[in-house]
């Protein structure tokens, strides 16, 4: 039988292309294959910002591949988030995302919310946690919680309790508060925690009730006054923060305990090889004494999960909680 020169050299020319298949495939799979980007939905300068870079620069080195924030704010995070979510499923698009904007806006947004956290993203793992704090200015009269809960009650409505916005960790903390104790605070929102921070040092508000981060270098140069943990324990790995009563101490039988988390997600329909790969570079950087020593001096402790579906999991059970703090303190944003 003859074989045709020409189909010898088109078998040898599959075979070197079927050689040459498990290469090109690595290529393919390569990942990361290039920068990342980690949307963080605030503008830059507050305690998400903050947390954010710090994962993006030690995270660059684990990955090989730069690793860039971009700030993205507006609507109480919505507009960072959803962007997040209609990115390329590649795992090269990540959110650094709060428990507000994963499980409170879809109901304080329940016309306008642009995507559902639980089925538009997937997660990767929580990274940090930490309380809501209570503060005064220095110069304020009120050394305590029990003189500003007998301040509120004496002159309903006149104490100003600034936030971060309607319907933030800050906002539905005073809520709660309010009801308990049985007092009158007026609210009064700002785009994000630093204006509320700057006003609060000007005096042109009487407290705050917010993330501690931002506030911790005025903490401890003496020109804020730390009153109140709205967890329900005392924060004991802040040294400044450690004689600061908890809510079991100030309000007992209130069932009072308000945590902030901060958590990593991807777009929904990501590889699951991917979302892993970012899960264990993550939890290398976060589940350290050193990532600990940068968090914990601000307010916040590092926190992780065992895998993306027990974050997962995690966010599920806490969308019932946040609806339910929602629905108590009466904020809508529609």
Do not use: C
């Not at 040459?20 to 305690?47: K, N």
Request: proline residues 6%; without cysteine; glycine residues 10%.
């Amino acid at each position: 039988m003859t074989i045709h020169r020409r189909t010898l050299l088109a078998a040898a020319a599959g075979s070197a292309g079927l050689l040459a298949m498990p290469g090109l495939l690595r290529a393919q799979s390569a990942y990361p294959s290039r920068t990342l980007r980690m949307v963080v939905p605030y503008a830059p300068g507050g305690s998400v910002d903050m947390t954010g870079r710090l994962i993006a620069q030690a995270l660059a080195p684990v990955l090989g591949q730069q690793v860039i924030v971009d700030n993205r704010g507006g609507a109480g995070g919505n507009i960072g988030t959803a962007e997040a979510a209609r990115a390329e499923k590649d795992g090269h698009t990540m959110v650094l995302a709060s428990a507000s904007i994963l499980a409170a806006n879809k109901f304080l947004y329940k016309r306008s919310m642009p995507i559902d956290p639980i089925t538009d993203l997937a997660g990767v793992t929580r990274v940090t946690t930490g309380t809501v704090f209570m503060t005064v200015n220095a110069n304020s009269p009120y050394k305590t919680f029990q003189d500003v809960i007998a301040a509120a009650k004496k002159d309903p409505g006149k104490l100003t309790m600034g936030s971060s916005g309607t319907g933030t960790i800050s906002h539905l903390t005073m809520a709660k508060v309010n009801k308990v104790a049985g007092v009158d605070i007026t609210h009064v929102p700002y785009r994000g925690g630093a204006p509320a921070l700057q006003d609060l040092l000007a005096g042109n508000i009487d407290l705050m009730f917010d993330v501690i981060p931002l506030a911790m270098s005025n903490v401890r140069e003496g020109r804020l006054r730390v009153l109140a943990a709205a967890s329900a324990e005392r924060v004991t790995y802040a040294p400044e923060l450690k004689d600061v009563p908890g809510m079991k101490e100030l309000l007992p039988g209130s069932g009072i305990d308000m945590q902030s988390w901060y958590g990593i997600n991807v777009p929904a329909g990501t590889p699951a090889d991917r979302i892993a790969k970012l899960h264990d570079a993550i939890v290398k950087i976060v589940d350290t004494d050193e990532f600990r020593s940068k968090m914990e001096p601000n307010g916040f402790t590092t926190v992780v999960d065992a895998s993306p579906a027990a974050y997962d999991a995690y966010l599920k059970d806490q969308e019932k909680v946040w609806k339910a703090l929602v629905e108590e303190s009466g904020a809508s944003l529609d």
